[in-house]
């Protein structure tokens, strides 16, 4: 089979395209035939060797993917071939096939398109998970989302709305703050030209945003969280801008507010009962036609080194697929 491979760690451009051994499952284990699968952030780095998971060498980056189960181990057998899976494997899915434990696997409901189910559950699941059990946001809360644009931001963007809060969407320019005001965000900030601090206070009438939700970090952090309210919280979900920051600790003192990480990958591992909980609400929203998730790029499997730079040089609005 065809895979992109990680040989060696560092940027997109060290990766290569090879036919390799098709694997097969072991006990309790399933195969997937690709049909598409999402890139993610995550995949940036864990391919520089920077993310908390680090895979032996040589690996096939790549943490969600959707397909077609072709072969089942011993021990599967609430799930058969031919069934239509989405893969939540960590790494592994820029290939033709792949290894899925049964935990990782979620059938793929209804007409769901391939290339829809390959980008939602990181995405969904991260903001859903983040905005849920880390902020507890509540209707008439107002929320404020960094990088709002991106893969994660506009699932933020999307489900804070879902969730009753108002949302003020934040990006890096006009033509990506238009595309979150159809995602129903109801102010916009554009903080390369904005002051992102002046433009909270003027949007919530001095009182901040109950929940600032921080994919980007680097040098918005700290303005951001100087916009928080009263027994405001912060969510640390990564770090896109490059820079990880340091906020001075009397901040959170003044504010009376909370920094909460939020790590989805260890969430689902932790408690994996909450998180098919988690996933049959989504789905559920989905299938309610409240969420309408947005792909703005395709690439192949032969182009997957470049969805990846696509992915680091921040061009993304929504997901990015490779088609398989």
Same mark, same amino acid.
């Given at each position: ?5 990680? *040989?060696?760690? /560092? ?5 290569? *395209? ?17 049909? $598409?699968? %999402? ?8 391919? @520089?060797?920077?993310? @908390? ?18 072969? =089942? ?12 899976? *989405?893969? &939540?494997?960590?790494? +592994? ?16 409901? %209804? ?10 559950? &990181? ?25 709002? $644009? /991106? +893969?994660?931001?506009? #699932? ?7 969730? /009753?809060?108002?949302?003020?969407? $934040? ?65 640390? *979900?990564?770090?896109?801008?490059? $820079? ?20 989805? %990958?260890?969430?689902? @591992? ?8 988690? &996933? ?19 690439? #192949? ?10 992915? &680091?040089?921040?061009?993304? #609005? ?5 088609? =398989?």
């Amino acid at each position: 089979m065809k895979a992109v491979l990680c *040989v060696e760690h /560092g940027p997109p451009e060290k990766l290569v *395209v090879q036919d390799i051994a098709t694997p097969e499952p072991g006990k309790g284990q399933a195969r997937v035939r690709v049909h $598409a699968a %999402g890139v993610n952030f995550p995949d940036t780095l864990i391919i @520089q060797n920077l993310y @908390q998971f680090k895979p032996a060498l040589p690996f096939s980056p790549g943490g969600e993917a959707a397909g077609v189960i072709d072969a =089942v181990g011993e021990g599967i057998t609430d799930l058969k071939i031919g069934d239509r899976v *989405v893969a &939540m494997t960590g790494n +592994g899915c820029f290939a033709e096939q792949v290894i899925a434990n049964r935990a990782q696997l979620v059938p793929i409901p %209804g007409e769901m398109p391939f290339d829809i189910a390959s980008g939602f559950t &990181m995405t969904y699941g991260t903001s859903h998970h983040a905005l849920k059990q880390r902020a507890r946001l509540q209707p008439g809360e107002t929320l404020l989302v960094l990088g709002a $644009a /991106g +893969g994660v931001g506009l #699932t933020a963007v999307e489900l804070g709305k879902v969730m /009753g809060a108002k949302v003020i969407a $934040a990006a890096s320019s006009d033509e990506k703050l238009a595309l979150c005001r159809q995602y129903g965000a109801d102010e916009t900030i554009n903080y390369a030209t904005e002051d992102l601090k002046d433009r909270i206070k003027a949007l919530t009438g001095g009182k901040g945003v109950d929940v600032v939700y921080d994919p980007v970090g680097d040098r918005y952090a700290e303005p951001a969280f100087r916009g928080i309210a009263w027994n405001g919280r912060y969510l640390v *979900v990564g770090f896109a801008g490059g $820079a990880i920051p340091s906020l001075p600790l009397n901040l959170p003192l003044i504010k009376g507010a909370s920094i909460v990480g939020v790590f989805w %990958g260890a969430f689902t @591992q932790a408690e994996p009962a909450l998180h098919r909980e988690n &996933m049959a609400e989504l789905l559920a929203w989905y299938n309610e036609g409240k969420l309408k998730p947005h792909v703005s790029k395709h690439f #192949t499997l032969d182009e997957g080194p470049a969805a990846i730079r696509w992915m &680091m040089d921040r061009k993304a #609005t929504g997901k990015v697929v490779l088609d =398989v």
